[in-house]
């Protein structure tokens, strides 16, 4: 069973990318950002590898640097480079949650078994997600290259989190993570220079108190501490297990807005909190 107190603590962590994002990307193109909060990682975290001696993964290299561009330049590049054309941040919420019902189809692949429980709380899961979202889906300006960028990230983080969990389930964090983020960063310059004129001088950036804060925390709390915590529950639990922890993100995510931003939460978001909550209680107790 998945250890309490990682799960709620990586919920919280995870659902302040929303926070990161309204403070970031009115100061930087969504690429641009993600390759600063990429080489930001890396540049924490090798210093640590090097200090204290930690192993990389022999032999597994290739096979950790392909989980992470999935799990962080395809997600993480399709919703931001998705809201960035116009997709609303409440139907991408809804595209990406349907990321524990393709993990579940896809877990005989990896020798997992989904019970009918489950399948009830993946259901109710979703749900849940809706409601939270639903007063902020709406369809304007809604482009087809958002659609497609959202889609991408949600097949890319359902295949990463599947791929990890069959090539690579254990590996030292603090390499495994480094590997990872500069793959990731390579793989996204080419788009951050082609798409957003990002170059050596960084002039499509704007240095602002709020953007510097917002990279640092997306730096500190989401590329390491966030992303910590979701490979160590991805190497002890069912990957079914802790993707339905990601249904839980968006409800906690609209009471942070609803603090913050004073964006409204109305009777119809409670309730799907409360479905939420259900349908996860469902999926994790064995």
């Known amino acids: 069973m998945i250890i309490r107190p990682m799960p709620l603590f990586f919920v919280v962590l995870w659902s302040t990318g929303f926070i990161a994002a309204k403070y970031g990307l009115p100061y930087a193109p969504p690429m641009s950002f993600l390759i600063l909060r990429c080489l930001g990682a890396v540049l924490i975290l090798l210093p640590v590898v090097l200090l204290t001696g930690a192993a990389w993964p022999r032999g597994r290299i290739r096979h950790v640097a392909f989980a992470g561009l999935l799990l962080q330049a395809g997600y993480l590049g399709g919703v931001w480079g998705a809201i960035k054309l116009g997709m609303p941040a409440g139907l991408s919420a809804l595209i990406v949650g349907m990321q524990p019902i393709l993990t579940a ?20 899961g979703l749900c849940g997600v809706g409601l939270v979202v639903a007063a902020k889906i709406h369809l304007n300006g809604l482009a087809p290259g958002a659609i497609a960028l959202c889609v991408l990230a949600l097949l ?31 793989a996204l310059l080419p788009f951050a220079v082609l798409l957003e004129d990002f170059g050596p001088h960084m002039e499509n950036i704007q240095w602002t108190p709020q953007f510097l804060g917002a990279l640092l925390w997306a730096i500190l709390a989401l590329s390491i501490g966030a992303i910590f915590l979701l490979f160590r529950l991805i190497s002890r639990n069912d990957a079914t297990r802790v993707t339905s922890l990601l249904y839980l993100t968006p409800p906690t995510t609209a009471l942070m807005a609803w603090l913050m931003f004073g964006e409204k939460l109305g009777m119809l978001g409670l309730a799907g909190m409360v479905v939420a909550v259900l349908g996860v209680a469902f999926v994790v107790k064995k």
């Open 105 to 124: 189809i896809a877990a005989p692949l990896i020798g997992e078994k989904v019970r009918p429980r489950q399948w009830l709380g993946l259901g109710l």
């Open 156 to 186: 890319s983080i359902t295949a990463g989190t599947m791929y990890q969990k069959r090539f690579c389930p254990t590996f030292d964090l603090r390499t495994g993570t480094v590997i990872q983020y500069a793959t990731s960063a390579l």
